[in-house]
Protein backbone atom coordinates (compact mmCIF):
# COMPACT_ATOMS: atom_id res chain seq x y z
CA UNK A 1 0.00 0.00 0.00
CA UNK A 2 2.41 2.19 -0.27
CA UNK A 3 1.80 3.79 -3.57
CA UNK A 4 -1.14 5.17 -2.11
CA UNK A 5 1.21 7.96 0.17
CA UNK A 6 3.58 7.89 -2.50
CA UNK A 7 0.79 9.50 -4.92
CA UNK A 8 -1.06 11.26 -2.15
CA UNK A 9 1.37 12.73 -0.29
CA UNK A 10 -1.11 12.04 3.04
CA UNK A 11 -2.57 8.65 4.80
CA UNK A 12 -6.25 8.10 4.82
CA UNK A 13 -6.32 10.58 1.20
CA UNK A 14 -9.99 11.77 0.11
CA UNK A 15 -10.50 12.23 -3.71
CA UNK A 16 -12.87 14.51 -4.69
CA UNK A 17 -14.77 13.99 -7.74
CA UNK A 18 -14.81 16.81 -10.02
CA UNK A 19 -18.43 16.20 -11.91
CA UNK A 20 -18.51 17.20 -15.52
CA UNK A 21 -21.67 18.48 -17.06
CA UNK A 22 -23.20 16.79 -19.90
CA UNK A 23 -21.22 16.98 -22.83
CA UNK A 24 -21.81 16.64 -27.16
CA UNK A 25 -23.83 12.76 -27.34
CA UNK A 26 -25.71 13.15 -23.95
CA UNK A 27 -28.85 14.13 -23.88
CA UNK A 28 -28.81 16.63 -21.14
CA UNK A 29 -25.93 18.82 -23.30
CA UNK A 30 -26.55 22.16 -23.61
CA UNK A 31 -25.71 23.18 -27.03
CA UNK A 32 -26.69 26.83 -26.38
CA UNK A 33 -23.92 26.68 -23.78
CA UNK A 34 -21.57 24.59 -25.46
CA UNK A 35 -18.14 23.12 -24.31
CA UNK A 36 -17.01 26.60 -23.10
CA UNK A 37 -20.10 26.28 -20.54
CA UNK A 38 -18.85 22.62 -19.84
CA UNK A 39 -14.97 23.97 -19.22
CA UNK A 40 -16.10 26.79 -16.95
CA UNK A 41 -18.15 24.68 -14.92
CA UNK A 42 -15.63 22.20 -14.45
CA UNK A 43 -13.11 25.15 -13.40
CA UNK A 44 -15.44 26.59 -11.18
CA UNK A 45 -15.66 23.39 -9.24
CA UNK A 46 -12.00 22.10 -9.33
CA UNK A 47 -10.98 25.09 -8.05
CA UNK A 48 -13.78 25.46 -5.02
CA UNK A 49 -12.70 21.68 -4.42
CA UNK A 50 -8.73 22.49 -3.85
CA UNK A 51 -9.70 26.19 -2.05
CA UNK A 52 -11.23 23.60 0.01
CA UNK A 53 -8.21 21.17 0.68
CA UNK A 54 -8.89 18.08 -1.07
CA UNK A 55 -6.03 15.48 -1.72
CA UNK A 56 -6.91 14.61 -5.22
CA UNK A 57 -9.39 15.06 -7.63
CA UNK A 58 -11.21 12.65 -10.52
CA UNK A 59 -12.49 13.93 -13.35
CA UNK A 60 -16.06 11.90 -14.27
CA UNK A 61 -18.50 12.60 -17.25
CA UNK A 62 -21.40 12.24 -14.28
CA UNK A 63 -23.99 13.54 -16.18
CA UNK A 64 -23.52 11.45 -19.02
CA UNK A 65 -26.85 9.86 -18.22
CA UNK A 66 -28.08 6.96 -18.82
CA UNK A 67 -24.20 5.39 -18.89
CA UNK A 68 -22.79 3.20 -21.90
CA UNK A 69 -20.81 0.77 -20.92
CA UNK A 70 -19.05 1.78 -24.24
CA UNK A 71 -18.70 5.26 -24.41
CA UNK A 72 -18.73 7.26 -27.88
CA UNK A 73 -15.52 8.75 -29.33
CA UNK A 74 -16.79 12.38 -28.88
CA UNK A 75 -16.75 11.83 -24.92
CA UNK A 76 -13.50 10.98 -24.41
CA UNK A 77 -12.52 13.54 -26.70
CA UNK A 78 -14.85 16.38 -24.65
CA UNK A 79 -13.19 15.50 -21.44
CA UNK A 80 -9.63 15.56 -22.80
CA UNK A 81 -10.45 18.86 -23.82
CA UNK A 82 -11.80 20.00 -20.81
CA UNK A 83 -8.57 18.21 -18.37
CA UNK A 84 -6.31 20.11 -20.97
CA UNK A 85 -7.58 23.49 -20.47
CA UNK A 86 -7.58 22.47 -16.87
CA UNK A 87 -4.37 21.47 -16.68
CA UNK A 88 -2.31 24.52 -15.41
CA UNK A 89 -4.78 24.91 -12.99
CA UNK A 90 -4.50 21.67 -11.41
CA UNK A 91 -2.61 21.65 -8.10
CA UNK A 92 -3.35 17.97 -6.69
CA UNK A 93 -3.21 14.84 -8.22
CA UNK A 94 -5.60 13.50 -10.50
CA UNK A 95 -7.43 10.82 -12.15
CA UNK A 96 -9.89 10.29 -14.69
CA UNK A 97 -13.50 8.15 -14.87
CA UNK A 98 -15.32 7.63 -18.28
CA UNK A 99 -18.37 6.06 -17.19
CA UNK A 100 -18.38 3.03 -17.73
CA UNK A 101 -15.93 2.26 -19.96
CA UNK A 102 -12.78 0.85 -18.39
CA UNK A 103 -10.37 1.27 -22.37
CA UNK A 104 -11.78 4.80 -22.21
CA UNK A 105 -10.87 5.95 -18.85
CA UNK A 106 -6.85 4.55 -19.32
CA UNK A 107 -6.81 5.89 -22.64
CA UNK A 108 -8.29 9.26 -21.11
CA UNK A 109 -5.39 8.46 -18.04
CA UNK A 110 -2.75 8.06 -20.82
CA UNK A 111 -3.55 11.15 -22.85
CA UNK A 112 -3.86 13.77 -20.23
CA UNK A 113 -1.48 12.63 -17.24
CA UNK A 114 -4.00 11.25 -15.50
CA UNK A 115 -2.07 9.24 -12.33
CA UNK A 116 -5.49 7.04 -11.63
CA UNK A 117 -8.61 6.05 -12.91
CA UNK A 118 -11.81 4.21 -11.13
CA UNK A 119 -13.53 1.68 -13.05
CA UNK A 120 -15.33 -1.71 -13.03
CA UNK A 121 -13.01 -3.94 -14.56
CA UNK A 122 -14.48 -7.11 -13.54
CA UNK A 123 -17.33 -9.33 -13.02
CA UNK A 124 -20.66 -10.08 -14.76
CA UNK A 125 -24.18 -7.97 -13.46
CA UNK A 126 -27.56 -7.61 -14.39
CA UNK A 127 -27.67 -3.76 -14.33
CA UNK A 128 -29.56 -0.72 -15.01
CA UNK A 129 -27.85 -0.59 -18.37
CA UNK A 130 -28.56 -4.05 -19.43
CA UNK A 131 -26.36 -7.12 -18.84
CA UNK A 132 -22.75 -5.92 -17.85
CA UNK A 133 -20.29 -7.96 -19.05
CA UNK A 134 -16.29 -7.06 -18.58
CA UNK A 135 -13.01 -8.83 -19.98
CA UNK A 136 -10.19 -7.96 -17.92
CA UNK A 137 -7.95 -9.06 -19.33
CA UNK A 138 -8.15 -7.58 -22.54
CA UNK A 139 -8.09 -3.75 -20.44
CA UNK A 140 -4.63 -4.50 -18.59
CA UNK A 141 -3.60 -5.45 -22.27
CA UNK A 142 -4.59 -2.60 -23.41
CA UNK A 143 -3.27 -0.30 -20.39
CA UNK A 144 0.32 -1.70 -21.22
CA UNK A 145 -0.38 -1.56 -25.23
CA UNK A 146 -0.79 2.37 -24.96
CA UNK A 147 1.67 2.80 -22.35
CA UNK A 148 -0.40 3.25 -19.46
CA UNK A 149 1.34 1.06 -16.48
CA UNK A 150 1.93 3.88 -14.56
CA UNK A 151 -1.66 4.42 -14.09
CA UNK A 152 -3.53 3.29 -10.94
CA UNK A 153 -6.61 0.86 -11.57
CA UNK A 154 -8.89 1.55 -8.83
CA UNK A 155 -11.67 -1.65 -9.04
CA UNK A 156 -14.98 -1.21 -8.07
CA UNK A 157 -16.17 -4.23 -7.25
CA UNK A 158 -20.01 -3.08 -5.83
CA UNK A 159 -20.67 -1.32 -8.76
CA UNK A 160 -23.42 1.03 -9.09
CA UNK A 161 -27.03 0.24 -10.12
CA UNK A 162 -25.92 -3.22 -10.45
CA UNK A 163 -25.75 -6.67 -8.90
CA UNK A 164 -23.24 -9.93 -9.58
CA UNK A 165 -25.42 -12.16 -12.21
CA UNK A 166 -24.46 -15.39 -9.86
CA UNK A 167 -24.50 -15.36 -6.26
CA UNK A 168 -21.01 -14.58 -4.71
CA UNK A 169 -20.02 -13.18 -1.87
CA UNK A 170 -18.44 -9.90 -1.35
CA UNK A 171 -15.12 -11.84 0.38
CA UNK A 172 -14.92 -14.38 -2.25
CA UNK A 173 -15.10 -11.33 -5.26
CA UNK A 174 -12.52 -9.82 -3.33
CA UNK A 175 -9.89 -12.41 -2.74
CA UNK A 176 -10.06 -13.88 -6.06
CA UNK A 177 -10.30 -10.74 -7.76
CA UNK A 178 -6.49 -9.53 -5.68
CA UNK A 179 -5.31 -12.67 -7.07
CA UNK A 180 -5.93 -13.16 -10.30
CA UNK A 181 -6.11 -9.16 -11.17
CA UNK A 182 -4.25 -7.68 -8.85
CA UNK A 183 -5.41 -4.43 -8.46
CA UNK A 184 -4.18 -1.01 -7.35
CA UNK A 185 -7.66 -0.77 -5.15
CA UNK A 186 -10.66 -2.09 -4.30
CA UNK A 187 -13.64 0.31 -4.43
CA UNK A 188 -17.06 -0.18 -2.32
CA UNK A 189 -19.96 1.28 -3.27
CA UNK A 190 -23.46 1.88 -2.21
CA UNK A 191 -26.33 1.46 -4.86
CA UNK A 192 -26.21 4.87 -6.38
CA UNK A 193 -23.93 7.68 -6.41
CA UNK A 194 -24.10 9.39 -2.94
CA UNK A 195 -25.32 6.24 -1.77
CA UNK A 196 -24.07 5.21 1.58
CA UNK A 197 -21.55 2.20 0.97
CA UNK A 198 -22.48 -0.40 3.47
CA UNK A 199 -19.94 -0.17 6.83
CA UNK A 200 -20.15 -4.14 7.17
CA UNK A 201 -19.32 -4.38 3.61
CA UNK A 202 -16.30 -2.48 3.66
CA UNK A 203 -14.72 -4.00 7.28
CA UNK A 204 -15.37 -7.55 5.51
CA UNK A 205 -13.49 -6.84 2.27
CA UNK A 206 -10.92 -5.07 4.21
CA UNK A 207 -10.26 -8.25 6.78
CA UNK A 208 -10.66 -10.26 3.05
CA UNK A 209 -7.23 -8.27 1.72
CA UNK A 210 -5.81 -6.60 4.04
CA UNK A 211 -2.86 -5.71 1.74
CA UNK A 212 -4.83 -4.29 -0.59
CA UNK A 213 -5.75 -0.91 -0.30
CA UNK A 214 -9.67 -0.48 -0.16
CA UNK A 215 -11.62 2.80 -0.33
CA UNK A 216 -15.03 3.60 0.60
CA UNK A 217 -16.53 4.70 -2.95
CA UNK A 218 -19.89 6.92 -2.20
CA UNK A 219 -21.92 8.13 0.50
CA UNK A 220 -19.11 8.85 2.37
CA UNK A 221 -20.23 12.27 4.37
CA UNK A 222 -19.49 14.41 7.44
CA UNK A 223 -21.80 12.61 10.04
CA UNK A 224 -19.89 9.31 8.86
CA UNK A 225 -16.63 9.68 7.57
CA UNK A 226 -15.03 9.07 11.28
CA UNK A 227 -16.94 5.87 10.73
CA UNK A 228 -15.21 5.10 7.19
CA UNK A 229 -11.91 5.82 7.74
CA UNK A 230 -11.80 3.82 10.81
CA UNK A 231 -11.60 1.06 8.15
CA UNK A 232 -11.19 2.09 4.53
CA UNK A 233 -7.71 3.71 3.51
CA UNK A 234 -9.46 6.43 2.23
CA UNK A 235 -12.41 7.70 0.55
CA UNK A 236 -13.83 8.66 -2.86
CA UNK A 237 -16.20 12.04 -2.52
CA UNK A 238 -18.26 14.11 -4.56
CA UNK A 239 -22.06 14.73 -3.21
CA UNK A 240 -21.57 15.58 -0.26
CA UNK A 241 -19.31 18.41 -1.27
CA UNK A 242 -22.27 19.81 -3.77
CA UNK A 243 -23.98 22.55 -1.94
CA UNK A 244 -26.87 21.81 -0.03
CA UNK A 245 -25.56 18.27 -0.54
CA UNK A 246 -27.12 18.00 -3.83
CA UNK A 247 -25.28 15.64 -6.62
CA UNK A 248 -26.25 18.02 -9.06
CA UNK A 249 -25.56 21.63 -7.55
CA UNK A 250 -22.22 22.73 -7.99
CA UNK A 251 -18.95 22.69 -4.99
CA UNK A 252 -20.00 24.33 -1.74
CA UNK A 253 -16.27 25.34 -1.04
CA UNK A 254 -17.31 25.32 2.87
CA UNK A 255 -18.88 22.09 2.92
CA UNK A 256 -15.63 21.14 1.19
CA UNK A 257 -13.60 22.88 4.13
CA UNK A 258 -15.61 21.70 7.01
CA UNK A 259 -14.97 17.82 6.11
CA UNK A 260 -11.44 18.61 5.16
CA UNK A 261 -10.89 19.79 8.69
CA UNK A 262 -12.74 16.71 10.25
CA UNK A 263 -10.07 14.43 8.44
CA UNK A 264 -7.23 16.18 9.48
CA UNK A 265 -8.50 16.20 13.23
CA UNK A 266 -8.72 11.99 12.79
CA UNK A 267 -5.65 12.02 10.50
CA UNK A 268 -4.25 13.10 13.86
Known sequence: MIWLKDLFHTEKPIIAMCHLKAMPGDPGYDAQGGMEAVVDSARENLLALQAGGVDAVMFSNEASLPYLTKVETITTACMARVITELRPEIR??????????????????????????????????????????????????????????????????????????????????????????????????????????????????????PETVVLANTGVRLSNVDEMLAVADGAIVGTTFKRDGYIWNDVDTDRVKAFMDKVHTLRG
Not at 171 to 177: E, G, R
Open 92 to 209: VPFGVNVLWDPAASIDLAVATGGQFVREIFTGVYASDYGMWNTNCGEIIRHQYAVHGQHVKLLFNIVPESAVYMAERHIVDIAKSTVFVSKPDALCVSGITAGAEASLDTLRQVKAAV
